[in-house]
Nanobody, 125 residues
Framework: QVQLVESGGGLVQAGDALTLSCAASGRSLSNNAMGWLRQAPGKEREFVAG????????YYADSVKGRFTISRDNAKNTVTLLMNALKPEDTAVYYC??????????????????WGQGTQVTVSS
């Protein structure tokens, strides 16, 4: 059984940086698309960033493009989200997710079928 565990969330000020990490266990996800999604209070879960199986391709939501960077280390079975220049509107629970049978970039939240428990990111103004 695959488990995804996020870490690195917290309370920061606007303009600060934060790095989220996701560690997978149970099996290797080196052939699988992975991504970060977030859900703010009262809003639907939204795509933030995605990465293909070998890390060669990435895709970002317009709201985070140029500020966030997703990367992966298949040897360690981890994926990371570096968040720079954080804004109050980035406040949300951030989820690591994977597509269990597809290696290309996945941007639709409903297509991810492996999820972590989420980590809270709060950005104060």
């Amino acid at each position: 059984q695959v488990q995804l565990v996020e870490s690195g969330g917290g309370l920061v000020q606007a303009g600060d940086a934060l790095t989220l990490s996701c560690a997978a266990s149970g099996r290797s996800l080196s052939n699988n698309a992975m991504g970060w999604l977030r859900q703010a209070p009262g809003k639907e879960r939204e795509f933030v960033a995605g990465i293909n199986w070998n890390g060669a391709n990435t895709y970002y939501a317009d709201s985070v493009k140029g500020r966030f960077t997703i990367s992966r280390d298949n040897a360690k079975n981890t994926v990371t989200l570096l968040m720079n220049a954080l804004k109050p509107e980035d406040t949300a629970v951030y989820y690591c997710a994977a597509h269990s049978s597809y290696g290309g970039i996945t941007i639709l939240p409903d297509l991810y079928d492996l999820w972590g428990q989420g980590t809270q990111v709060t950005v104060s103004s």
